[in-house]
């Protein structure tokens, strides 16, 4: 699998987990590696989730290089699980804030 593919998956799956947790998927925005050159080889991948692009309401996380690459795409796996945990995270800091999920 190319990395453009496996990227869109994990992406995918992002999404997927926002709707599992009831959450519109248009007012959180997922970059992965956002600002960091396209192709450069890493072992770890930066996932940032926002809400609306208000700093205070994004949570940032290391993911593993092998997550992606092996992991996207499958259904329940230690990426989703993480992505899972982050954005428990995130709805938390949402709902203290007041913001409508």
Do not use: C
Request: no cysteine; proline share 5%.
């Amino acid at each position: 699998m190319s990395f453009q593919a496996a990227l869109s998956l994990a992406q995918a799956g992002i999404r997927t987990v926002l709707k599992r947790r009831q959450l519109d998927p248009l007012r959180y925005i997922v970059d992965i590696d956002a600002g960091l050159p396209p192709f450069e080889v890493r072992d770890a991948h930066l996932l940032q989730i926002s809400y609306n692009h208000f700093p205070q309401l994004a949570v940032e996380a290391s993911i593993p290089h092998a997550w992606v690459m092996e992991q996207s795409g499958n259904g329940h796996d230690q990426f989703l699980l993480a992505v899972d945990e982050i954005v428990l995270a995130l709805k938390g800091k949402v709902q203290a804030a007041g913001r409508m999920l």
